[in-house]
């Protein structure tokens, strides 16, 4: 939200200077954090061989989704600035409606918590990729306005953070013992920067439809892989009660 103001003041700098303070801000908290999990990894040859595999390929493939998710998200939303622009839309509103979007959309984590109690994670996260994509699709399908570009900011990036949160306890589920959780930042950043490439030769071929055909290929992907790595997660669930059970 403050960014469009400090660019108004001093130019393309001011989104810089609004970084770097939220950055230095966000510094001080990590003595805050903790120096090492509660629980102690198992050796690898203390667990059930069974459980090794469908516990790593679990995760495998939803580190994968999240490869692809940030790929599809950053695909689409490095060039809303330059969509906006190519429909003929005042800067100004255009950064303004950008910026609100951003700040609904931050609600989306809560989002996340209600639907997955109401519906379930995997509905949960099969409507917010749904409204993704439609978000999308109205870009092309509706005439854009200052209103209509605005309810697509907003729309895309809540159902985003949603899924943020959806993806990001799915990978949680099947790394229980956090072994891989550092992957994820790396995924994220391999993904956004697949997805920013992809989508420049998608923009100067194709323009805006360009851009939305890599954002739609890349969240149908992960939708799959999303569905077979919750498959595997209430396969190996089930199997443990079953086991605890005989026990």
Avoid at 61 to 74: E, I, P, R
Avoid at 110 to 117: I, K, N, Q, S, T
Wanted: include cysteine; proline fraction near 3%.
């Amino acid at each position: 939200a403050a960014v469009p103001k400090a660019t108004s003041v001093l130019g393309y700098a001011g989104a810089f200077v609004v970084l770097s303070a939220i950055s230095i801000f966000s510094a001080m908290f990590i003595v805050c954090l903790p120096r090492s999990g509660k629980s102690q990894v198992p050796r690898p040859h203390d667990m059930d061989p069974s459980q090794m595999r469908d516990a790593s390929r679990g995760t495998v493939t939803a580190l994968a989704s999240m490869f692809l998710f940030v790929a599809g998200y950053v695909a689409a939303w490095y060039f809303l600035e330059r969509v906006g622009s190519r429909s003929g839309l005042p800067q100004a509103a255009m950064l303004d409606s950008l910026a609100l979007g951003g700040l609904i959309g931050g609600l989306g984590g809560f989002v996340a918590l209600l639907l997955r109690r109401i519906l379930g994670a995997r509905q949960s996260f099969a409507l917010a990729i749904i409204i993704t994509i439609a978000s999308l699709l109205c870009l092309e399908m509706v005439k854009i306005t200052v209103l209509s570009y605005f309810l697509v900011a907003t729309s895309f990036q809540l159902s985003i953070n949603v899924n943020f949160s959806n993806v990001m306890s799915l990978i949680a589920m099947n790394d229980e013992k956090g072994r891989f959780v550092a992957m994820i930042p790396g995924l994220q950043s391999f993904g956004a920067t697949a997805g920013s490439i992809l989508a420049g030769f998608a923009f100067e071929k194709e323009g805006r439809v360009g851009v939305i055909s890599v954002s739609v290929i890349a969240f149908i992907l992960c939708a799959g892989l999303v569905l077979r790595a919750f498959q595997v997660s209430h396969a190996r669930t089930w199997a443990d009660r079953i086991t605890r059970t005989a026990v």
